[in-house]
């Protein structure tokens, strides 16, 4: 009888490190990139905000650009580990480079302090857009296709674990006794240590994972199972999607597109609503951000196992449904209280175990529809259709709610959510369990 598969979780937890550093330059340049803008430059928010948005409209083009250009990569370390290594690089550079100008810019204002400052942001978010897809594609690249749930599953909680370590640094570097009162805050020792974490990971990884070895170890597991590969020879040698194939690629992207407008409607103007529909604070409103985070971060290796044993899709239905109940509940909640409850939390803590179940299978999903050869690619997509929901709900929701009300923003998010309930049941293809054995064969694997 043929043996089980089992993920090989210490080589995925090394696969992870390229995030944990994606992930916490990230939660660095979210935090303290709009205090400089603001603070440092004096600019508005409208001029701060289009530059804080200027990451997630590169995303919709450098993304799919340097996933697809990955593929078709071939080097003695690999298709990714060059865009990994050498975006990490420059990133580092020009991350050191940014609180250089704004102090310069402190001690005495000018116009081409500002400018540099602007360019160097500008090429700092292009070169952290050459590695992410690749980075991404990597796990897919390494693991069997039908362990990518659980594999995912330990790639975000890399994300968060490298989130958490920069929110601990700069808790630790920078508390409120050291920089109340300040007219300008020195941020180049944080710098330098986000830049000392991404420097580490990536230099481990490159050291661990070799990933010729690994990939060509992965595609000959994945020659031996042809029923894992939903290509098809067109003819020419050449192998192609087939039609359906294409169909359920389609309403899969729609899908993370529509989940995406819902969950980061709420996830960006949360805090304003709060203080507009309840009279709440800042604090209030973090903290039950802050749960979700934690639920989610809880939740993402048993919402692997259980993919692996339900399946992707049926999980990520089951996230669909609860994420808009709970932002169902949201709204209730929020319009017939002045204060937040333990029962607000409770449905945040819920928030967050629905978003994992349906985060760590998206992107597994998408990749079990292409071929091998075009992981990166694909993992392009998955970001095109993510960010470009990212670009258009804080617009669409903010402009709704002015227009409207502030009361329309958990309808709003739960209608988003539902109608990605619905486009979900058009996906045929990408799940990780197999059609049901009829008849004689039903019985073969019962005792695995």
Do not use: H
């Given at each position: 009888m043929e043996e089980k598969m089992e993920l090989d979780n210490k080589r995925t937890l090394l696969v992870g490190l390229a995030f944990l550093s994606i992930c916490a330059f990230w939660q660095m340049y979210d935090n303290v990139v709009p205090l400089i803008l603001t603070k440092t430059f004096n600019m508005n928010e409208t001029y701060s905000g289009a530059i804080m948005a200027?990451?997630?409209?590169?995303?919709?083009?450098?993304?799919?650009?340097?996933?697809?250009l990955s593929d078709k990569t071939n080097t003695k370390i690999g298709k990714r580990m060059p865009y990994i290594l050498m975006g990490t690089a420059v990133a580092i550079v020009l991350v050191n480079l940014l609180p250089f100008f704004d102090n310069g810019y402190a001690v005495s204002p000018s116009t081409s302090l500002l400018v540099l400052f602007v360019i160097c942001l500008g090429l700092l978010l292009v070169a952290m857009g050459t590695y992410r897809s690749p980075a991404v594609a990597l796990m897919p690249d390494v693991t069997p296709k039908p362990l990518r749930s659980k594999a995912n599953a330990i790639i975000n909680l890399m994300g968060a674990v490298g989130g958490i370590i920069y929110l601990g640094v700069a808790a630790v570097m920078y508390p409120n006794a050291k920089t109340e009162g300040l007219a300008h805050v020195n941020y180049q020792p944080l710098f330098i240590v986000v830049s000392a974490i991404m420097f580490v990971s990536v230099l481990v990884l490159f050291l661990t994972i070799k990933e010729p070895k690994l990939v060509a170890e992965n595609k000959k597991l994945e020659d031996e199972h042809p029923e894992w590969n939903l290509a098809e020879d067109d003819?020419?040698?050449?192998?192609?999607?087939?039609?359906?194939?294409?169909?359920?690629?389609?309403?899969?992207?729609?899908s993370i597109a529509l989940w995406f407008i819902g969950y980061n409607g709420v996830t960006t103007w949360f805090t304003t609503y709060v203080d507009q529909i309840m009279g709440q604070g800042l604090g209030g409103a973090s903290t039950c951000l802050l749960i979700a985070t934690g639920g989610a971060i809880v939740s993402y290796v048993p919402i692997g196992m259980l993919a692996s044993r339900i399946g992707r899709k049926k999980t990520i239905m089951g996230g669909c449904i609860l994420l808009a109940?709970?932002?169902?509940?949201?709204?209730?909640?929020?319009?017939?209280?002045?204060?937040?409850?333990?029962?607000?939390?409770?449905?945040?803590?819920?928030?967050?175990?629905?978003?994992?179940?349906?985060?760590?299978?998206?992107?597994?999903?998408?990749?079990?529809?292409?071929?091998?050869?075009?992981?990166?690619?694909?993992?392009?997509?998955?970001y095109t259709a993510s960010m470009a929901a990212q670009v258009v709900t804080p617009i669409l929701a903010g402009t709704l709610m002015r227009?409207?009300?502030?009361?329309?923003?958990?309808?709003?998010?739960?209608?988003?959510?539902?109608?990605?309930?619905?486009?979900?049941?058009?996906v045929k293809h990408g799940d990780s369990i197999p059609e049901a054995k009829k008849g004689l064969a039903a019985y073969e694997d019962m005792d695995d």
């Open positions: 200027l990451d997630n409209i590169l995303a919709l083009f450098l993304l799919p650009f340097f996933g697809g003819g020419s040698g050449k192998e192609v999607l087939p039609k359906q194939v294409k169909v359920s690629l389609g309403f899969m992207l729609a109940v709970c932002f169902g509940l949201g709204y209730i909640l929020t319009t017939t209280s002045s204060s937040i409850t333990t029962v607000m939390f409770i449905v945040f803590a819920l928030v967050g175990l629905a978003w994992a179940a349906i985060n760590v299978n998206s992107l597994p999903m998408v990749v079990e529809m292409c071929r091998g050869s075009d992981i990166g690619k694909f993992t392009g997509y998955y227009k409207v009300s502030y009361k329309v923003l958990f309808p709003y998010a739960a209608l988003f959510v539902a109608l990605s309930f619905v486009t979900m049941l058009f």
